[in-house]
């Protein structure tokens, strides 16, 4: 389906496989193989012009800005370049990725096409099948065999031998007066397409696709819920580590932070503002710059910590009030209390407002208990003041 492989990335997959050779090119300007050359052997080259006007007895790969072949090519071709024409005759398969693609010779056996603009003419024809993936398609060749394709617009005026399956995902499908599909016509497009009797023989089946637009807007969304579920999942998984792994630590700031809350917003803000302005100034200073690094990485990290703190206390209170006489594990309280304050801050319009709270309390604990510590540490300091 087209939206599970959008135009520009596969175009962009495209030109890591040619550019290159273009670069490669530079070895070989131009090519010519003559009208009355005949080369009995695979042809691989790699130029900026490559022409092939003669007689090609085995398989052709070919590289470079601009390849035409206006010979006869007895195998398969495999072409990676700006722009390419086939003008003559290709007795086996062709597979080509292209900016411009012109087909306007035979190819005996399938096509296959990757292209930006893809240009297939009333001369032109394919004795088996085409596929194609392109930016804009113009098919007014024969096509003995199936024809499958994507594109963002498709113009259909040659003959399809059998079965076509195409989607058109930003205008509709237009089909030429002379256009005749043998089989069946599935596509998809926005809106239907207007038949006229004995343009298909076999079924026609539409299926309505999206507007592009609401395609991406769509991806978008369901990214960024799924961003935000990973979010989520990784805020529990650390939170239960820290929880495992310094119990006690987590009960201070727990006990910090509902000590006098109002003071804690005040010392939340401070510290959420002030510690990356001071980070900042070191960082400029250059000789404090390694010190306003470290500073800047711990910080951080107590940011994001700072909602696991947060929703220890809101999982406590809310457990709290379910289960007034049961003493409730810091696991629980933990998983329950940061999915509540993760969800509510996902909420429009009052949810940056709760994240941002959940951060000041957190942040505030946290530092706070750290000073704290620091000052048991040092007893100098302690017996000074």
């Known amino acids: 389906m087209f939206k599970k492989k959008p135009l520009v990335i596969i175009l962009i997959a495209a030109s890591a496989v040619f550019l290159p050779l273009v670069v490669l090119a530079e070895i070989n300007r131009s090519v010519l193989v003559g009208s009355s050359e005949v080369i009995n052997d695979n042809f691989v080259n790699f130029g900026e012009v490559i022409t092939v006007d003669g007689q090609v007895n085995g398989d052709v790969i070919l590289g470079g800005s601009d390849v035409t072949i206006n010979g006869q090519v007895a195998g398969d071709v495999l072409i990676a370049a700006a722009n390419v024409t ?51 398609a113009d098919l007014k060749g024969k096509v003995a065999g199936n024809l499958t394709g994507e594109s963002l617009s498709l113009t259909l005026g040659g003959q399809v031998g059998s079965n076509a399956q195409v989607t058109v995902a930003r205008n509709n499908l237009v089909l030429d007066p002379g256009v005749k599909i043998k089989g069946d016509l599935n596509y998809r497009t926005q809106a239907e397409t207007a038949i006229r009797p004995g343009q298909v023989g076999g079924v026609v089946t539409h299926n309505e696709i999206e507007d592009v637009q609401n395609q991406v807007r769509k991806f978008f969304v369901a990214s960024s819920y799924y961003l935000k579920l990973i979010s989520l999942l990784g805020l529990l998984l650390v ?147």
């Open 86 to 136: 086939i003008s003559g005759e290709v007795l086996g398969n062709a597979r080509i990725a292209a900016s411009t693609v012109i087909i306007r010779g035979t190819i005996a056996k399938n096509a296959t096409i990757l292209a930006n603009d893809l240009t297939f003419t009333e001369k032109g024809s394919i004795g088996w099948s085409l596929g194609y993936l392109a930016g804009s």
């Open 239 to 385: 939170g239960l580590l820290i929880v495992a792994v310094c119990p006690k630590k987590v009960e201070q700031i727990i006990q910090e932070i509902t000590v006098k809350p109002l003071t804690k917003i005040a010392w939340g803000v401070l510290f959420l503002f002030g510690i990356p302005v001071a980070a900042f100034i070191l960082f400029i200073s250059i000789i404090g710059a390694p010190l306003g690094l470290i500073a800047l990485g711990a910080y951080l990290i107590l940011v994001y910590l700072s909602r696991i703190f947060s929703g220890l206390i809101v999982g406590k209170y809310v457990f709290g009030l379910i289960f007034k006489d049961r003493t409730i594990s810091p696991t629980l309280s933990l998983i329950f209390g940061v999915v509540i304050l993760v969800l509510a801050s996902w909420l429009p319009y009052v949810g940056w407002l709760i994240g941002l709270t959940a951060t000041v309390f957190g942040l505030a604990g946290a530092i706070l208990v750290g000073f704290r510590d620091i000052r048991k540490e040092n007893p100098t300091t302690s017996a000074k003041k």
